[in-house]
């Protein structure tokens, strides 16, 4: 069965560093995708970047970043020069690709909690 | 963008009383999900539709029932609401393009007193 796991309940950044969120997973699926959501205060679940199980780079957008081991089966999230604006609920997510009996759907971490300090 | 929207944004109820939640898009996506949010515990899912009544169980599904009897809406029903069903309830929706990526409505937060 397919599972996420996030170990960090809450983490503190100071502004302008850099933090890592880690999450690992557990699949017995060659095939799938992961994902990163940012649920601020407001609480609307907003995409932040993918990484499919076979895209030998690591993916990137903007600031983040998805740091990328499969043989260890984690997908950290990388968020550079932080900002206020990064205080939010983070969730690391996971589909399997295959069409079975999953239909493909999203199986989610408990998230991380980052608050960025001025 | 997809758009997708849930109704009520926030409800209170009482304990037995039978709810139901909707939600709406606009395109034609396939595949359609219901997922409840408690703190502690992430997103979880309680059903998933992938046709026009074509509905399957999630990881949390007792106590709820959905329907779809049109592509653009997904039902999601509490036939006897209990205190352990409040929380905040999102839909979702798969659409195309990279990531195969999923739209998320705004969230309705569900009290059962």
């Known amino acids: 069965a397919q599972k996420i796991t996030q170990t960090q309940p809450g983490m503190f950044v100071q502004e302008k560093e850099a933090v890592t969120l880690d999450c690992t997973y557990d699949?017995?699926?060659?095939?799938?995708?992961l994902f990163w959501y940012k649920q601020p205060s407001s609480g609307e679940m907003i995409f932040l970047i993918y990484?499919?199980?076979?895209?030998?780079q690591n993916a990137t957008e903007g600031r983040y970043s998805l740091n990328f081991q499969k043989a260890r089966k984690s997908a950290n999230l990388v968020i550079s020069a932080s900002q206020l604006g990064d205080s939010a609920m983070y969730f690391c997510?996971?589909?399997?690709?295959?069409?079975?009996?999953?239909?493909?759907?999203?199986?989610f971490g408990k998230g991380t909690k980052l608050s960025v300090k001025p | 963008d997809a758009g997708i929207t849930q109704s009520p944004r926030h409800k209170v109820t009482e304990t037995g009383t039978p709810v139901t939640l909707r939600c709406h898009q606009t395109?034609?996506?396939?595949?359609m999900y219901w997922y409840r949010q408690d703190p502690g515990h992430g997103l979880r899912l309680i059903h998933y539709?992938?046709?026009?009544?074509?509905?399957d169980k999630g990881e949390v599904s007792d106590g709820y029932s959905v329907s779809r009897s049109k592509t653009e809406d997904f039902l999601l029903t509490l036939e006897s609401a209990t205190s352990s069903q409040t929380s905040v309830y999102f839909c979702?929706?798969?659409?195309?393009?990279?990531?195969?990526?999923?739209?998320f409505g705004s969230g309705t937060r569900l009290t059962v007193v």
């Open positions: 395109e034609n996506h396939r595949y």
């Open positions: 990484q499919g199980s076979y895209d030998e």
């Open positions: 539709s992938y046709g026009v009544k074509d509905t």
């Open positions: 699949t017995s699926d060659q095939s799938y995708g």
């Open positions: 997510a996971m589909r399997e690709l295959n069409y079975g009996g999953s239909q493909g759907n999203l199986i």
């Open positions: 979702a929706i798969r659409t195309t393009g990279g990531g195969y990526g999923y739209t």
